[in-house]
């Protein structure tokens, strides 16, 4: 099996592993009890949180554990406008995760005005399109980090800072970015998001463990009433093995951020130039590539993630080119997994593309630090075979 989709989601590493077993075998008492065999479980709970903030440039105490993004992004955009009862206006983006989106559509039923901010044919946000949304009115804008379909950056330092200006809480959905690309929201440098979203399986934690950072006296109520675990932001029992998990992966992205880069964009350039074709070189040394006719990137060709290219394939529908890639034991997606069983297309290219049937003929590839060059080389091969047999 050759995985090209993990912007799904990422293997569990082997010290991932090793870190979280522990708490489902000899230690597994509650960390709320008031005896050692509970009560030391605090300690592993507070690593994992110091490692978590380490990766974004955070204080440990601003960090909550959550059990996945989705909680996360809606937990963020409910505190928000909790603490502006009397704001009825959200701004943020067409091409957001669903669980942004489906939110926002839902809070739309109870009377918020909701601004789904367009892209261009890149996937880009204009800035100025940001400043004319905003209003009085606004109680929260959502716009994310890293595009989860085509990699494309928004540029957040910018969005936050236009959002302070105006006096208007900012979350940010950096869950695409985790582990990809420096996140720093400290107060002196970094992006002052006032909340931002994390989940532990795009960085090789398990699914099912997420964080949510909120910037101290952004306002803040509980998504989830119940116990006083974390700090009574969040009741529940925390799920100690999984946290223990989130924390080491986490210290692996930040130690391994630079080699990331290194290691990924390689691949995910000959992946595209592959298929895409590319020019041959100005000095006339070499020859180009062909590539497979009647492709297209979709995405800016700099601003995004290092690992992704989301590529339309002209008059080729895209669950038959899956179906293909599958049998030959490629992993790909036409868009989010979270939406994968839907009918939908792509909402992200159709934003980016409307007039077109891009969104029902893309497929988006993401590597990861497990894949070669040499899966790479399968993969073009593979793609270049499906496509002829669909066209034939
Ligand atoms: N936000 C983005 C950008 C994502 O890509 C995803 C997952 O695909 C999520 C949020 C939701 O994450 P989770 O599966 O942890 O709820």
């Known amino acids: 099996m ?12 082997p010290e991932v592993y090793e870190a979280m077993l522990p708490y489902f075998t000899e230690q597994w008492g509650n960390p709320s009890s008031s005896y050692k065999f509970g009560a030391k479980l605090k300690t592993v709970i507070e690593t994992a949180r110091a490692q978590v903030a380490e990766l974004i440039g955070a204080q440990s105490r601003d ?27 959200i701004g943020t983006s067409a091409v957001e995760h669903s669980s942004v989106l ?27 399109d940001l400043q004319n949304a905003v209003t009085d009115e606004t109680a929260v804008v959502s ?12 540029p957040v330092k910018e969005i936050a800072e236009i959002c302070r200006a105006r006096g208007v809480l900012y979350h940010c959905d950096a869950v695409q970015a985790a582990g990809k690309v420096t996140i720093d929201v400290s107060r002196d440098s970094g992006m002052q998001a006032d909340y931002l979203s994390l989940t532990g399986h795009k960085f090789h934690a398990p699914k099912g463990i997420g964080a949510l950072y909120v910037r101290r006296k952004s306002p803040f109520s509980p998504y ?57 070189p100005s000095d006339g040394r ?29 008059g080729i529908e895209s669950e038959a080119l899956l179906i293909l890639l599958d049998q030959e034991a490629i992993c790909a997606s036409s868009g989010s997994a979270c939406l994968a069983d839907s009918d939908e297309s792509s909402h992200v290219v159709n934003a980016m593309k ?16 497990e894949n070669t060059l040499e899966d790479v080389d399968t993969a073009v091969a593979a793609v270049q075979r499906a496509v002829k047999a669909l066209q034939s």
């Open 2 to 13: 050759i995985c090209l989709d993990h912007n799904a989601t990422t293997p569990v590493l």
């Open 63 to 89: 960090v909550i554990f959550t059990s996945c993004a989705t909680e996360s992004n809606n937990a963020a955009i409910q505190a928000a406008l909790k603490a502006n009862p009397g704001k009825r206006h």
């Open 102 to 128: 489906n939110y926002c559509m839902t809070l739309e039923k109870e009377g918020y005005r909701v601004t789904y901010l367009p892209v261009d044919r890149e996937g880009l946000l204009k800035l100025a």
């Open 143 to 154: 716009l994310m980090w890293a595009n989860n379909e085509t990699g494309v950056l928004f």
């Open 224 to 280: 989830l009433y119940g116990g006083h675990q974390e700090r009574g932001w969040r009741g529940g029992t925390e799920n100690v093995a999984l946290i223990a998990g989130m924390g080491k992966a986490a210290e692996f992205a930040r130690k391994h951020l630079p080699d990331y880069e290194k290691k990924v964009r390689p691949m995910r350039d000959a992946l595209e130039e592959g298929i895409l074709g590319y020019p041959r």
């Open 286 to 314: 070499g020859a180009g590539g062909e590539g497979i006719p009647n492709t297209e990137l979709n995405g800016h060709k700099t601003q995004r993630l290092a690992n992704a290219t989301n590529i339309t394939f002209h």
């Open 354 to 369: 409307p007039e077109s049937a891009a969104s029902r003929q893309m497929i988006r590839f993401s590597l990861g630090l």
